[in-house]
């Protein structure tokens, strides 16, 4: 069975750190892009962080560039997300999903095959 856990969402303040864990298995993991996502209330759901599975390169949305950082640990199946200087807008439900080919037209992502449940970011003022 494939699973992605997220953990580490939470209630912190503006100009805070989290970190998020998405702890992956029942698929080969090394093969995989992994990306987290966000969605806030009322809004469309937006591409953060990706890394990729070949060369460990990552994409992050302007919107997050500078603040956050995204890693992965193989030997773990696990991949994180570092967030830093976190602002109320910053607030949305997280999920890391899973592809071996994600590609994003305009800001829709396609090709991802697995998600998680999410975990709820809340930052407040």
């Known amino acids: 069975e494939v699973q992605l856990v997220e953990s580490g969402g939470g209630l912190v303040q503006a100009g805070g750190s989290l970190r998020l864990s998405c702890a992956a298995s029942?698929?080969?993991?090394?093969?995989?892009?992994i990306g987290w996502f966000r969605q806030a209330p009322g809004q469309e759901r937006e591409g953060v962080s990706l890394i990729s599975s070949s060369d460990g390169s990552t994409y992050y949305s302007d919107s997050v560039k500078g603040r956050f950082t995204i890693s992965r640990d193989n030997a773990k199946n696990t991949v994180y997300l570092q967030m830093n200087s976190l602002s109320p807008e910053d607030t949305a439900v997280y999920y890391c999903a899973a592809g071996l080919h994600p590609t994003v037209v305009q800001t829709t992502w396609y090709g991802l095959d697995y998600w998680g449940k999410g975990t709820l970011v809340t930052v407040s003022s």
């Open positions: 029942g698929f080969t993991f090394d093969d995989y892009t």
